[in-house]
Nanobody, 115 residues
Framework: QVQLVESGGGLVQAGGSLRLSCVASGSIFMINTMGWFRQVPDKQRELVAT???????NYADSVKGRFTISRDNAKNTMYLQMNSLKPEDGAVYYC?????????WGKGTLVTVSS
């Protein structure tokens, strides 16, 4: 069992930056791939970025070159640095960890980008 807690969301103007954090606890030694997803009302949750335990990253095309995912395994923490934010980046951002074939989710943190 893994627990995930996100923080760092908030209101920012278009063009601004935010850094999201996700702290993992529980059976953290079992975590391999982690990532960030986002969701807006009435739409499916979509992948933003993932990172493997070894640091291999993957990004959605819509955020490439603007967002950077990273993780500090010693601190059991994953980050999402979001730069050049656009209004369409506004969403609830969820931390995700894939453990023993199961998806684990945080409760989400809200990001609002004003134009």
């Amino acid at each position: 069992q893994v627990q995930l807690v996100e923080s760092g969301g908030g209101l920012v103007q278009a063009g601004g930056s935010l850094r999201l954090s996700c702290v993992a606890s529980g059976s953290i030694f079992m975590i391999n791939t982690m990532g960030w997803f986002r969701q807006v009302p009435d739409k499916q949750r979509e992948l933003v970025a993932t990172i493997s335990k070894g640091g291999i990253t993957n990004y959605a095309d819509s955020v490439k070159g603007r967002f950077t995912i990273s993780r500090d395994n010693a601190k059991n923490t994953m980050y999402l640095q979001m730069n050049s934010l656009k209004p369409e980046d506004g969403a609830v951002y969820y931390c995700w960890a894939f453990v023993n074939g199961m998806n684990n989710w945080g409760k989400g943190t809200l990001v609002t980008v004003s134009s």
